[in-house]
């Protein structure tokens, strides 16, 4: 069974710093592609980054260039998102996503960051 | 890149069918066949119940289908039930490494 199991969120003063981690299992981490996705509090979903199986490609929505990071570990089959000058914009419930062929078939449950003095 | 545009609610009565439109551009969903379409309760996880504009994952029932005109992507429920009752949204590729989803349809069961 896919199982993905997000972790690190909480609450964070703006400027400050987050690592968000994703523990897969259930299948063959390195061979898929995984997503970022966000959700704002009463907003819908945003996607937020992406990165393939040998983290050479990575992709980010405008609004995250040059703060958010992505990257993965696929001997400890695990995907993260170290966040940084996190906005009070930031905040909102953050899914990790399996992708396959253009899509994500497989999600998280969420964890909430929360952005705030 | 911005959101594609999808009816904030939608309602209909158990055994009614029900369509959702999302509308993008020649840039995301005119110019791909990548729209994929999920179900959200809140709480959980959001689950993909269409993906390829026509396409159903193994599990999810024939009474959901998907279909695309132009610039502008269907989902249809047939046959609604009460546990179709959630968040729907779409999402298509939109070009130059970036994605897009939809501002989600809020869908009632009588």
């Known amino acids: 069974e896919v199982q993905l199991v997000e972790s690190g969120g909480g609450l964070i003063q703006p400027g400050g710093s987050l690592r968000l981690s994703c523990a897969a299992s259930?299948?063959?981490?390195?061979?898929?592609?995984m997503n970022w996705v966000r959700q704002a509090p009463g907003k819908g979903l945003e996607w937020v980054s992406y990165i393939n199986a040998a983290s050479d490609a990575r992709w980010y929505t405008d609004s995250v260039k040059g703060r958010f990071t992505i990257s993965r570990d696929n001997a400890q089959t695990s995907l993260y998102l170290h966040m940084n000058s996190l906005r009070a914009e930031d905040t909102g419930v953050y899914y990790c996503?399996?992708?396959?062929?253009?899509?994500?078939?497989?999600w998280g449950q969420g964890i909430l960051v929360t952005v705030s003095s | 890149q911005s959101a594609l545009t999808q009816p904030p609610s939608a309602s209909g009565s158990p055994g009614q069918s029900v369509t959702f439109s999302c509308t993008g551009t020649?840039?995301?969903?005119?110019?791909?066949?990548?729209v994929s379409w999920y179900q959200h309760h809140p709480g959980k996880g959001p689950k993909l119940i269409i993906h390829e504009v026509t396409k159903r994952p193994s599990g999810v029932p024939d009474r959901f289908s998907g279909s695309k005109s132009g610039n502008t992507a269907s989902l249809t429920v047939s046959g609604l039930q009460a546990e179709d009752e959630a968040d729907y949204y779409c999402f298509s590729y939109g070009g130059s490494n970036n994605w897009v989803f939809g501002g989600g349809t809020k869908l009632t069961v009588l």
């Open positions: 996503a399996r992708d396959h062929d253009w899509t994500s078939d497989y």
């Open positions: 020649s840039s995301d969903v005119g110019g791909y066949d990548h």
């Open positions: 259930g299948f063959n981490f390195s061979d898929h592609s």
